[in-house]
């Protein structure tokens, strides 16, 4: 059965309402989605793209629907001023607006027919199948390879965050020390400082 027009333009509107969120680590749930964005929009719905190229170690995809396509421009403007905080740690994820082709239940334009036909060897076309078969395999090719590329980059980025999460704890424990022993208000005494005794 053909989608109608109407139906065709209810999908178009919920393709503006959506974001689609790309490096997302593969601890990200529906619920840590929901909480992140809660502060800025209603969430609509999330739906996760699984990642059918590579190991399932690599950042994964989200299209997350809002309640209205004016809210999309204010989330990619915050994802692209803030870190996006993913259990409280900073998350280089990326925000763009969703597109048709994101969603996999999209309905077919109204009035499009698609034609199928094998060729055969002598058909003027063949070698232009040929080359974009060939130019696929390539395709899939350099995708694995940028998949392992960014794999270690992640790696080596994760274990920065957590060596700077090291360091401000260990600072931090060391001022709640100070604070704690008063070793801060006896140094501000003798230096004839004024500390605030919080």
């Given at each position: 059965?053909?989608?109608?027009?109407?139906?065709?333009?209810?999908?178009?509107?919920?393709?503006?309402?959506?974001?689609?969120?790309?490096?997302?680590?593969?601890?990200?749930?529906?619920?840590?989605?929901?909480?992140?964005?809660?502060?800025?929009?209603?969430?609509?719905?999330?739906?996760?793209?699984?990642?059918?190229?590579?190991?399932?170690?690599?950042?994964?995809?989200?299209?997350?629907?809002?309640?209205?396509?004016?809210?999309?421009?204010?989330?990619?403007?915050?994802?692209?001023?803030?870190?996006?905080?993913?259990?409280?740690?900073?998350?280089p994820v990326r925000a763009r607006p969703a597109v048709a082709e994101m969603f996999d239940d999209r309905p077919v334009k109204p009035k499009r027919k698609m034609k199928c036909c094998w060729l055969e060897k002598n058909d003027p076309d063949f070698e232009v199948?040929?080359?974009?078969?060939?130019?696929?395999?390539?395709?899939?090719?350099?995708?694995?390879?940028?998949?392992?590329?960014?794999?270690?980059?992640?790696?080596?980025?994760?274990?920065?965050?957590?060596?700077?999460?090291?360091?401000?704890?260990?600072?931090?424990?060391?001022?709640?020390?100070?604070?704690?022993?008063?070793?801060?208000?006896?140094?501000?005494?003798?230096?004839?400082?004024?500390?605030?005794?919080?």
């Amino acid at each position: 059965m053909e989608p109608s027009a109407e139906e065709y333009a209810a999908f178009e509107e919920k393709v503006k309402r959506t974001v689609y969120f790309d490096n997302l680590s593969p601890q990200v749930t529906e619920s840590v989605i929901r909480t992140a964005l809660d502060q800025f929009t209603a969430v609509k719905n999330v739906k996760f793209i699984p990642n059918y190229l590579g190991p399932s170690n690599l950042p994964q995809c989200a299209l997350v629907e809002l309640d209205s396509a004016k809210k999309v421009k204010e989330v990619r403007a915050m994802i692209g001023q803030y870190p996006f905080m993913m259990s409280g740690m900073p998350r280089p994820v990326r925000a763009r607006p969703a597109v048709a082709e994101m969603f996999d239940d999209r309905p077919v334009k109204p009035k499009r027919k698609m034609k199928c036909c094998w060729l055969e060897k002598n058909d003027p076309d063949f070698e232009v199948a040929r080359e974009l078969k060939n130019l696929t395999r390539k395709h899939a090719a350099e995708i694995a390879f940028m998949h392992k590329v960014h794999l270690k980059e992640e790696e080596k980025l994760a274990a920065q965050q957590a060596e700077t999460l090291k360091v401000h704890y260990k600072k931090f424990k060391l001022i709640e020390g100070i604070m704690t022993d008063r070793t801060a208000l006896t140094l501000a005494r003798k230096y004839n400082l004024a500390v605030a005794d919080e």
